[in-house]
């Protein structure tokens, strides 16, 4: 008896039949049209908040220029030089930091005559994102959906 058992385990196919490998690569398909658009959303996200991180440094470094600011910054004060931020105070050059990537350009409003109006704004305009652009201004702060008015 325990030989025919032993006997008709032995003669028996193992491995998956058509349906079951059908069936698998079924569900891995499913998987896959619902991680994809998932992990493209993600890109998205991660290119705004890289400018929002870029556009805030910048808002918040000419805010402490104008602390102490005799003059008003001008529209080429700000730039992107060597894939890295830069501020002209005068004379002086300031580096800000690095430009991440996808970030097309950078944009400096200047103010009005008036240092005490305060009326700056600057924009970082990039690609891929959810927006295409960022801004950051004395009167309204950070603005994640559009760029300078």
């Known amino acids: 008896m325990i030989a025919r058992i032993r006997k008709s385990m032995n003669e028996k196919d193992q491995g998956f039949t058509l349906i079951e490998l059908l069936v698998v690569m079924i569900i891995i398909g499913i998987l896959a049209a619902i991680a994809i658009p998932v992990f493209l959303n993600q890109r998205k996200k991660a290119q705004d908040t890289a400018a929002v991180a870029d556009v805030s440094t910048l808002g918040k470094e000419i805010a402490t220029y104008y602390v102490d600011a005799t ?79």
């Open 71 to 149: 003059t008003n910054l001008i529209a080429t004060d700000v730039a992107i030089a060597s894939n890295r931020y830069t501020i002209k105070y005068g004379t002086a050059t300031n580096d800000i930091g690095a430009v991440s990537n996808g970030i097309d350009s950078v944009t400096l409003k200047p103010g009005t005559d008036d240092i005490a109006e305060q009326t700056w704004c600057v924009q970082v305009a990039y690609s891929d994102g959810t927006h295409p652009a960022v801004s950051y201004s004395a009167k309204n702060g950070l603005n994640r959906t559009s760029g300078c008015p």
